[in-house]
């Protein structure tokens, strides 16, 4: 009988070595996962890669996937270009273009076929490009071209631009808002075409409001007013309320709109009045500006709220057999991370779950983060944290999955049928490849740089594909869910 | 006759010694032009307020005898909320990154703001009348610079409002190596 005393198996050679694996591995192990390598794969649980394009090689922001005919196109947004490549070149052209909408045939979503760029406001990184993307068919506007397909996007900061994209490759601009700063992520109601643009108007004292427009005939858009925090408006004095990033409106159905103020800073979540914001007084006084309001929720000022993503009326689970209020309506509230390998100046930003059913006092009652150390996130450069989630309102993932994307940890599916205990369910972080931009800190002073994917925004589609897009240059991935995800979703076995 | 002479040559005689005794021997308060220019001594200490979503930054103070009137100061970083094409171009833009809770919030704008620079980064300068703390006349000033997306935000409180030979004194010690380290190695600028 071979017995193993503990002097025996400390002295063994193999214990020795073990000793040293272990050791080296504690060692070198997480420096190993510091540093993506070209060549590496994806890493994945749960979701798998259907379709890639790289966009040619430009910084990307919101996709947005719309259904045209018999084909599904996908519109892009972008940053502007790098200090390298401030004017990517475009193949279809042959011509060095800023950075500005990508045009993508997703209809095989296994070989997408790219089919045009729009060319975006000259500047790199933030200061370029042209970010946000909606899309509405014009036989849904009231006093649409029916044969059209409308495209509002941002121009940089400086517009929004509506084009017609009935042919998605022969884009035709129909008009542009100018004279603004700071645009970003506005949101087009297609049954009515009221329209909520962020903007940045110079009498206001902050870089982004709200100017709710009629675009109902998008050739001539009718201005009906402008929104914000009281404490924003012109010839208001003293400390400025968080700005906004974006919104969400129910439509007149539902006759909610849930903003959101903050990135990562001093997050308010704002649920208001449609109806009242539309048709109530125009001057923005802080009594007009609080008049349609019915209720907000002032998160930690340690977070943001990026994007502010209604999800109705749902069952909790737990809540099932009560006779009262087992039925809750909730938001999810998601923070942007905008510092690099969690340096100093930002607290972890994550997802957050808001019981709204009470409108006048919304509670968050879960959260939901990557945990840092199963990737060692801090230390593989660029952003960890989340960014934005998916905004289809289609049935296929509504209620059941969402998705967000968590910049170096890619994107993330979250299982949200029960919203105060949500769990993830599965994740996709892409491989880098040679376009994949470095993310840089200082340390002492000078420049620190590593190369890490930054997973920025995702979308799905009714068919229940996602995209997932790089703010890193990295391209457009197709996913599809897998396994026990695709089986909450009700998707057909892959 | 001469005797009211002689009164009104020795009121006179004295107003000019008394005079010269306030300008020359007396500490002046109340003129922190001189005080400054000689001896301005920062010492840091406790940074005093709350916890909020920008965390803590530096404290110093400036005591009246070194800056002729008592100077408080507070700096810290804003990261990633300045825009890095315009900086800090107006007062609205100084005014959104301002640190106004220092100021007990209530605040009046005495007059418009200016540009300054410190170091490599440029920025604007604007001063408030804030309610101190025992409702005394507290004169805030409002310090914004930037680099790139980063913004720093230094802010003075006095009592009172006796400004002149306070900016230079302040964007002096802004400038001052050890502050500018601390942006760097600590800030991480």
């Not at chain 2, 703001?113 to 409002?142: D, F, N």
């Not at chain 2, 009592?159 to 601390?182: C, H, T, Y």
């Amino acid at each position: 009988m071979l017995v193993f005393t503990r002097e025996a198996i400390r002295n063994s050679r193999l214990f020795q070595c073990s000793v040293g694996v272990s050791i080296a591995l504690l060692m070198f192990g997480p420096a190993a996962a510091q540093s993506p390598k070209i060549g590496d794969p994806p890493e994945s649980s749960n979701m798998r890669l259907v379709g890639f394009n790289d966009l040619q090689g430009r910084s990307a922001y919101q996709p947005t996937v719309h259904h045209q005919g018999n084909r599904w196109i996908a519109y892009i947004g972008h940053h502007g270009g790098t200090d390298a490549i401030a004017k990517p070149n475009n193949p279809l052209t042959g011509q060095a273009e800023f950075n500005g909408t990508s045009i993508v045939d997703v209809t095989d979503p296994a070989h997408p076929v790219y089919l045009n760029h729009i060319p975006g406001q000259e500047g790199t990184y933030e200061a370029g490009g042209a970010q946000m993307t909606r899309v509405c068919d014009g036989k849904a506007l009231p006093k649409g071209d029916p044969d059209a397909v409308y495209l509002l996007r941002t121009f940089g900061g400086a517009a929004h631009e509506i084009w017609n994209v009935a042919d998605p490759a022969k884009p035709k601009l129909i008009i542009r808002l100018d004279g603004l700063k700071d645009t970003h992520k506005s949101w087009w109601e297609c049954d009515t075409g009221i329209a909520f643009l962020v903007s940045g108007v110079a009498s206001w004292r902050i870089r982004r409001m709200t100017e709710v427009y009629d675009l109902s005939d998008p050739a001539k858009p009718v201005k009906i007013r402008e929104f914000g925090l009281p404490g924003q408006e012109p010839g208001s004095a003293g400390r400025v309320p968080t700005e906004l990033h974006g919104m969400i409106s129910t439509g007149p159905s539902g006759n909610r709109i849930y903003f959101g103020y903050g990135t990562n800073k001093g997050g308010v979540l704002q649920i208001v009045d449609r109806d009242k914001l539309i048709k109530g007084p125009k001057e923005p006084t802080p009594d007009n500006l609080r008049a349609p309001v019915i209720g907000e929720m002032e998160m930690s000022p340690l977070n943001g709220a990026h994007t502010t993503y209604p999800l109705g009326k749902m069952t909790i689970p737990g809540f099932s057999k009560d006779k009262f209020a087992s039925q809750r309506d909730m938001v999810m509230i998601v923070d942007e991370s905008l510092v690099n390998e969690c340096q100093p100046g930002e607290a972890r930003q994550m997802v957050w779950f808001v019981d709204a059913t009470v409108e006048a006092k919304p509670m968050v009652v879960a959260s939901y983060s990557v945990d840092e150390a199963s990737g060692n996130f801090c230390q593989r450069g660029g952003r960890f944290g989340s960014h934005s989630s998916n905004e289809s309102m289609a049935p296929v993932f509504l209620r059941k999955l969402a998705f967000v994307t968590w910049f170096n940890a890619g994107v993330r599916a979250i299982d949200i049928r029960d919203p105060y205990h949500p769990k993830e369910v599965g994740y996709f972080i892409p491989s880098i490849t040679t376009a994949t931009d470095k993310r840089c800190i200082k340390i002492d002073g000078k420049d620190a740089c590593k190369v890490a994917i930054q997973s920025n925004n995702v979308e799905t589609d009714d068919r229940g594909y996602v995209y997932v897009v790089d703010r890193a240059n990295t391209g457009l991935h197709i996913l599809e869910v897998t396994g026990p995800a695709r089986a909450i979703a009700g998707l057909p076995a892959n | 006759m001469i005797r009211s002479a002689t009164i009104a040559a020795a009121f006179g005689l004295g107003g000019i010694v008394a005079s010269l005794f306030y300008f020359l021997a007396v500490p002046h308060g109340t003129d922190p032009v001189a005080g400054i220019a000689a001896h301005p001594v920062w010492v840091e200490t406790k940074w005093p307020f709350l916890m909020d979503e920008w965390g803590e930054g530096k404290a110093f103070q400036c005591k009246a005898a070194d800056c002729g009137v008592e100077l408080n100061l507070y700096v810290r970083s804003k990261i990633g909320f300045c825009s890095s094409t315009t900086g800090v171009a107006d007062d609205n833009e100084l005014e959104r990154l301002s640190d106004f809770d220092f100021m007990n919030g209530a605040t009046a704008a005495l007059g418009e703001g200016h540009e300054i620079t410190v170091a490599w980064m440029k920025g604007r300068l604007r001063t408030y009348a804030a309610a101190g703390p025992a409702r005394t006349r507290t004169t805030a000033i409002s310090i914004v610079y930037n680099n790139n997306s980063d913004a720093l935000i230094a802010t003075v409180i006095l009592n009172g409002r006796q400004l002149d030979g306070v900016e230079p004194v302040v964007i002096a010690f802004l400038n001052e190596k050890s502050m500018l380290l601390w942006l760097t190695n600590k800030v991480g600028l």
